[in-house]
């Protein structure tokens, strides 16, 4: 399968602070990167679907000003969560879609302190 | 809109057992259904999917089956091992194969 590749795998912050984490297809051309949260013991929810060379598309609840997406080339895509809080602690989880299928990051473990 | 509901939340089986995960899926547009294995603290990861055109597939000790007319579809798995321990996600697509529609999730323990 396709290979995504995503770092950190884990980051503690303080409270305020930006946390930026970055999704690279590393061995296919993702036009569309998608990006979720997922807390424990919870199914995957999807934030937003992020398109390369435009802006991204939000999940209804999503602040899009809160986390900020790019995709500027067809194998990176980045989530930054600005002036992140305690309850921003989660689980994020990137993937891309290659031949037809959808890949996964190994998921970034954010912890706001 | 679409959705998918997943049974049972938690399977226990005994080691060598077979282990079955079933999801039912609300629109029959739905054409593609993946399903997720995901371990502690890593992202999910791909193993088997179907779609609408094909009733089984069989990869090995795994094998997913799908029902249209009834709209749900299964994982079994056979032979369980320790390493079979996981949450399992069932997932429906319509649109696309790239946007899906997620079950709550399985968790599989494997009692040795």
């Known amino acids: 399968g396709a290979v995504v590749s995503q770092h950190p795998s884990w980051v503690i912050c303080k409270s305020g602070t930006s946390v930026k984490i970055e999704c690279r297809s590393l061995?296919?051309?993702?036009?569309?990167m998608f990006w979720y949260r997922q807390f424990p013991k919870q199914s995957l929810m999807l934030m937003a679907t992020?398109?390369?060379?435009?802006?991204?598309?939000?999940e209804q609840g999503v602040e899009k000003d809160k986390f900020l997406i790019n995709h500027a080339s067809l194998t990176l895509s980045t989530l930054t969560v600005t002036s992140a809080h305690p309850e921003d602690s989660s689980f994020y989880i990137c993937s891309g879609g290659g031949n037809e299928k959808l890949f996964f990051g190994s998921g970034t473990q954010l912890s706001v302190l | 809109g679409e959705n998918v509901e997943q049974h049972p939340s938690t399977l226990s089986v005994q080691e060598g057992d077979s282990a079955v995960i079933k999801c039912t899926y609300s629109d029959s547009a739905s054409n593609y259904f993946p399903w997720y294995k995901q371990e502690l603290g890593k992202g999910p990861q791909l193993i088997i999917d179907i779609r609408s055109n094909v009733g089984e597939k069989k990869d090995q000790r795994i094998a997913v089956t799908l029902n249209k007319t009834a709209k749900h579809f299964s994982l079994h798995i056979t032979e369980t091992q320790p390493e079979d321990s996981a949450v399992y996600f069932c997932a429906a697509s319509i649109r696309s194969n790239y946007q899906l529609i997620w079950g709550a999730g399985t968790k599989l323990i494997i009692k040795p």
């Open positions: 992020s398109n390369e060379g435009s802006k991204a598309t939000y």
């Open positions: 061995d296919f051309q993702a036009t569309t």
